[in-house]
RNA sequence: GGCCCCUUGGUCAAGCGGCUAAGACAUCGCCCUCUCACGGCGAAAACGGGAGUUCGAUUCUCCCAGGGGUCACCA
C-alpha cells in the first residue's frame, strides 16, 4: 500500500510538516532541572477536589524548580460542551489561588483567551496541528482510516460492551470479537478508500497498533516505581470523526510540543499509559516523566472507599466556598496529604508561605485517602487563628455577602465593632481557635447583636441553682457595674458577691469542701454570661461586656431577672 | 472476568532487616481556668492472611484475600 498517496488522500489540505511544528514551538529555555508541568482539565465547569489535588502538585513542582506551570483546556469532546464552563473554571481555578504562567487566561472582558507562546491552549483550536502529525502516522503506515460507523460498529458488537458484569466468558468473547474486528479493519483497499471518502462517508483515525498483549512495557512511574503493563494491541482511534484527537492523541502532541516534563495525573490514566506510551514511540517524542496520583476518596454506604465524584459533598471545590471554608485552607489541607513530612515543617514554621516547604515526590503516597472533615477544620483553625482581625473581617464580610446577605449587611454597617469581637484572644502565642469556617462566625458572635441575641441555655443548670439566688447575683451584679473597672476589679466585685450569696469565691476552697458552699465563683459568672450571651460559653466576659457597652449589659441582665 | 494499582490504629501517616512500631486529626481522661476556646499532660487504638529468604521480618520475594481503577469516536 502506498501510505503516501493514502496520507495525501486523508489529508489533501495539510501542507505543514512535523518539522513545522517543531520549528514553531521550539524547546523552552529554562534552567537545568526546570520542571513544565500543566493543569489539563476537560471544561465540565467545576473543578474536582481531586483537581486541585493535582493543581497544587503541578503547580510546586514547577514553580519550585523555576519551570512553567500552564493551564490547557481539553475541551476534544463537544458532546459535552458546557456554555461558559472554561471561563467558570478559570475564575475558579483563580479564586482558589492556583497561579499559571501561561495557557487559556480571561482577558479584561472575561473572555477566553492564549498567554504564552505555545498555543493554542485549548484543544478544540488545534485541529491544524494534530492534523500535521496524523499525516506523518499515515504516511509512515502507522496509522489507517476507519469507516466503520457507530452504529455499525454497535451492530457487529454481539456482546454489552458497557456490561456491568464481566464475567470470563465475557472477557474471552470480547477479545475475540476485538481481534477479529482489528482484523477487518485493518484490511482495506486503496480503492475501498477511495470510494467512501467520494460519497463522503465519515470515518475515523486508529493507530496500526504493533503491540503485543503476550509482552510487557515497563516505565517508572514517579509515584508507583515501576510499573509493568502487557503492551497495547488495541487500533485506539486517534482522530474522531469530526477531526478532534481523542485524548491519547492530543496528550502525545500536545505534552510534546508544549514541552511538558511532568506529566501529572489521577491513576484512572494508569490502563491507558501502554497507549501513550507506543503512541510518543510512533511519534519519534520522548515521554513525559508520568506521575499518577492516588485518588481522593469517599466513603459509600457499605463503608467500602470509593472516588469521589463531583455529586459527592465535596467533590467539587464549590462546597468548599459555599461551605465556608477559606480557600487558603482547603489548599493547606491539601498540602498535609501531599506530602507527609508538611505537617511537621508546618509546626516548625508557623508563620512561613507554603511556598517556602520543600515539596517532595518521594514524600507522596502511592494510596488513595479519604476527605477528612474534621481535619479540614481543624487546619481551618489554626489558620485562620493566623489571620489579623481586619483579615477575618474582609474575608467574613466577603464570604457572608454572597451566602448569607442580611448577616452581611449587619457586619458592613459598621466593621469597627465586628472587628473589635474578633479581635477576642487573637493573636499571641495561643490565639482562640473558635471557628474554621466562615459559616460559623455569626454562630459565635452573633449575641453581640440584639437582633441574633436569644438565651439557649438554662440559666438554672436545670434546677441546681435557686432563683432568688441567681436574681440577688444578677442584682448585686448590677448596682456594682462600671465600665471602668478593670478586669481584676471588676472580677473582684464578682468574688465579692459570691461570698455575699455563699457561693464559694476561692475555687480551690471550694474544691475542697464543695459541701460547705451553694456553688462557687464559676456559677455566679455563669448566670452572667447566660444574660449576656444567652449562652453557657462564650470568650472571656469581661472583654464582652466591655464590648456590648454598659446599657446592653444592664438591659440584658435586666431582663434575664425579670423573665425568672 | 482480563489487566493494573493499593493494603501500618477510626482517619492521614512515619518506617526504608533488629525500635517499648513516630507524629497529626478524631475519641476519652486529667491539669490550667469565671465558661468556652487555647495550651499542657496522659489513655485507648495498627503492621490483612499464608508461605519463603534470613540469626532476625512491618520492612525483601511469592501466593491468597480485601479494596480501588480500567477495559469508548469521554476525558
Same mark, same amino acid.
Given at each position: ?41 476537560? /471544561?465540565?465547569?467545576? =473543578? ?10 503541578? #503547580? ?20 459535552? #460542551? ?15 489561588? %492556583? ?12 473572555? =477566553? ?39 455499525e460498529y454497535e451492530e457487529l458488537q454481539a456482546i454489552d460492551k458497557k456490561a456491568e458484569v464481566k464475567s470470563k466468558e465475557w472477557t474471552e468473547a470480547a477479545n475475540e470479537e476485538a481481534r477479529q474486528r482489528k482484523l477487518a479493519m485493518r484490511s482495506f483497499t486503496m480503492e475501498e478508500v477511495e470510494a467512501h471518502l467520494a460519497a463522503g462517508h465519515p470515518w475515523v483515525l486508529r493507530i496500526l497498533s504493533d503491540g503485543d498483549s503476550e509482552k510487557k512495557v ?16 488495541? !487500533?485506539? %482511534? ?11 492523541? &492530543? ?48 466513603? $459509600? #454506604? ?55 516547604? /520543600? ?12 476527605? $477528612? ?5 481543624? %487546619? ?17 464580610? &466577603? ?16 466593621? &469597627? ?33 440584639? +437582633?441574633?441575641?436569644?438565651? +439557649? !441555655?438554662d440559666v438554672t443548670a436545670g434546677g441546681k441553682f435557686a432563683v432568688a439566688d441567681i436574681k440577688a447575683a444578677l442584682d448585686a451584679f448590677c448596682a456594682g457595674f462600671d465600665m471602668a473597672d478593670d478586669s481584676t476589679v471588676w472580677f473582684d466585685k464578682i468574688k465579692a458577691i459570691a461570698d455575699q450569696l455563699g457561693f464559694a469565691s476561692d475555687m480551690k476552697a471550694y474544691k475542697a469542701n464543695p459541701e460547705a458552699y451553694r456553688g462557687n465563683v464559676a456559677d ?19 472583654? %464582652? ?7 446592653? =449589659? ?11
Amino acid at each position: 500500500m502506498d501510505y503516501a498517496y493514502l496520507a495525501q488522500l486523508l489529508f489533501p489540505n495539510v501542507t505543514d510538516t512535523p518539522a513545522d511544528m517543531e520549528a514553531r514551538y521550539p524547546a523552552r529555555q529554562l534552567p537545568e532541572g526546570a520542571k513544565v508541568t500543566r493543569f489539563a482539565p476537560s /471544561p465540565t465547569g467545576f =473543578v474536582h477536589l481531586g483537581g486541585l489535588y493535582g493543581a497544587t502538585i503541578d #503547580e510546586r513542582l514547577a514553580h519550585q524548580s523555576q519551570g512553567v506551570f500552564y493551564l490547557r483546556i481539553e475541551d476534544t469532546d463537544a458532546k459535552r #460542551e458546557v456554555e461558559g464552563a472554561t471561563e467558570k473554571l478559570i475564575k475558579t481555578l483563580a479564586h482558589y489561588g %492556583v497561579e499559571f504562567d501561561e495557557g487559556a487566561i480571561l482577558d479584561e472582558n472575561g473572555n =477566553v483567551t492564549d498567554k504564552g507562546a505555545y498555543g493554542p491552549y485549548k484543544q478544540s483550536q488545534r485541529g491544524p496541528i494534530y492534523h500535521v502529525f496524523a499525516k506523518q502516522l499515515v504516511a509512515e503506515g502507522k496509522a489507517y482510516p476507519c469507516f466503520t460507523t457507530e452504529e455499525e460498529y454497535e451492530e457487529l458488537q454481539a456482546i454489552d460492551k458497557k456490561a456491568e458484569v464481566k464475567s470470563k466468558e465475557w472477557t474471552e468473547a470480547a477479545n475475540e470479537e476485538a481481534r477479529q474486528r482489528k482484523l477487518a479493519m485493518r484490511s482495506f483497499t486503496m480503492e475501498e478508500v477511495e470510494a467512501h471518502l467520494a460519497a463522503g462517508h465519515p470515518w475515523v483515525l486508529r493507530i496500526l497498533s504493533d503491540g503485543d498483549s503476550e509482552k510487557k512495557v515497563i516505565f517508572t512511574d514517579l509515584i508507583k516505581g515501576k510499573v509493568e503493563m502487557p503492551e497495547n494491541d488495541e !487500533d485506539f %482511534v486517534l482522530l474522531k470523526s469530526d477531526g478532534i484527537p481523542t485524548y491519547h492523541f &492530543a496528550h502525545a502532541v500536545d505534552d510534546h510540543l508544549m514541552h511538558t516534563t511532568h506529566v501529572i495525573r489521577g491513576e484512572e490514566w494508569l490502563p491507558s499509559a501502554p497507549k501513550h506510551l507506543q503512541l510518543f514511540r510512533y511519534l519519534g517524542f520522548k515521554a513525559p516523566k508520568y506521575m499518577h496520583t492516588a485518588q481522593v476518596m469517599k466513603l $459509600d #454506604e457499605n463503608g467500602n472507599k470509593k472516588k469521589l465524584s463531583k455529586r459527592d459533598m465535596g467533590g467539587n471545590v464549590d462546597d468548599y466556598t459555599r461551605l465556608g471554608y477559606a480557600t487558603e485552607c482547603v489548599c493547606e489541607y491539601l498540602l498535609t496529604i501531599l506530602n507527609s513530612n508538611y505537617e511537621e515543617w508546618r509546626m516548625q514554621n508557623p508563620d512561613k508561605p507554603y511556598t517556602d516547604f /520543600p515539596f517532595n515526590i518521594k514524600k507522596m503516597s502511592a494510596s488513595g485517602c479519604l476527605v $477528612d472533615f474534621p481535619k479540614l477544620n481543624d %487546619v481551618s483553625k489554626n489558620v485562620i487563628s493566623k489571620m489579623t482581625a481586619d483579615e477575618v473581617y474582609d474575608r467574613v464580610a &466577603a464570604w457572608s455577602a454572597e451566602f448569607d446577605p442580611e448577616f452581611a449587611a449587619v457586619l458592613t454597617a459598621d466593621p &469597627a465593632y465586628v472587628k473589635s469581637i474578633l479581635a477576642i484572644g487573637r493573636g499571641g502565642k495561643k490565639p482562640r481557635k473558635d471557628f474554621g469556617l466562615w459559616s460559623e462566625v455569626k454562630a459565635y458572635m452573633g449575641f453581640f447583636y440584639d +437582633q441574633y441575641f436569644a438565651v +439557649q !441555655d438554662d440559666v438554672t443548670a436545670g434546677g441546681k441553682f435557686a432563683v432568688a439566688d441567681i436574681k440577688a447575683a444578677l442584682d448585686a451584679f448590677c448596682a456594682g457595674f462600671d465600665m471602668a473597672d478593670d478586669s481584676t476589679v471588676w472580677f473582684d466585685k464578682i468574688k465579692a458577691i459570691a461570698d455575699q450569696l455563699g457561693f464559694a469565691s476561692d475555687m480551690k476552697a471550694y474544691k475542697a469542701n464543695p459541701e460547705a458552699y451553694r456553688g462557687n465563683v464559676a456559677d455566679v459568672s455563669m448566670f452572667l454570661r447566660v444574660a449576656v450571651t444567652g449562652k453557657l460559653n462564650s470568650p472571656d466576659m469581661y472583654t %464582652v461586656m466591655q464590648i456590648l457597652g454598659r446599657d446592653r =449589659v444592664l438591659a440584658r441582665i435586666g431582663a434575664m431577672r425579670d423573665s425568672l
